[in-house]
């Protein structure tokens, strides 16, 4: 699958058009990862937002601590690291492949490279954004 077709089946780049999303696929890059390899770790500088194109993973709280705390398992067309897009603060949690998983990574950099080219990218973003935060604070009140 082309990559411009793999972040337009993305909920975050959904409503992006056709010369938006090929702009943004020239900026990806794949990556893999063995099954329990940790991608991400919480506390890290956050500098990409990774797409899943094949394989498992779970989005853990406090992973090295006594008590760490599935917040999510994602799969195929989802992603994880968003935030790391916007605000370049540390990841707030760490994200360990379930099984043998392949991923379209975007950095900050390139990202934001395109949003001072066509800001209005970010515009259709927010809605998806904001329903992942509220979905989150969800799970944690549970």
């Not at 975050?12 to 090929?22: A, G, H, I, P, Y």
């Not at 990862?33 to 500088?45: K, L, M, R, S, Y």
């Not at 989005?59 to 599935?70: A, C, R, S, T, W």
């Amino acid at each position: 699958m082309a990559h411009e077709d793999v972040l337009a089946s993305v909920p975050l780049f959904s409503q992006l058009k056709r010369r938006d999303l090929t702009r943004l696929a020239k900026a990806v890059v794949s990556r893999k990862h063995a099954a329990g390899e940790i991608v991400v770790t919480e506390g890290d500088q956050a500098a990409g937002f990774f797409i899943i194109t094949k394989g498992r993973v779970e989005v853990v709280k406090g992973l090295k601590g006594e008590k760490p705390q599935q917040l999510a398992v994602l799969g195929p067309s989802e992603f994880f690291g968003e935030m790391a897009l916007l605000d370049g603060y540390l990841r707030s949690t760490s994200v360990r492949t379930l099984e043998d998983s392949e991923f379209l990574v975007l950095t900050r950099w390139d990202f934001m490279a395109e949003l001072q080219e066509s800001p209005h990218i970010s515009l259709s973003m927010l809605t998806v954004l904001s329903r992942r935060l509220r979905e989150t604070e969800a799970r944690l009140g549970d």
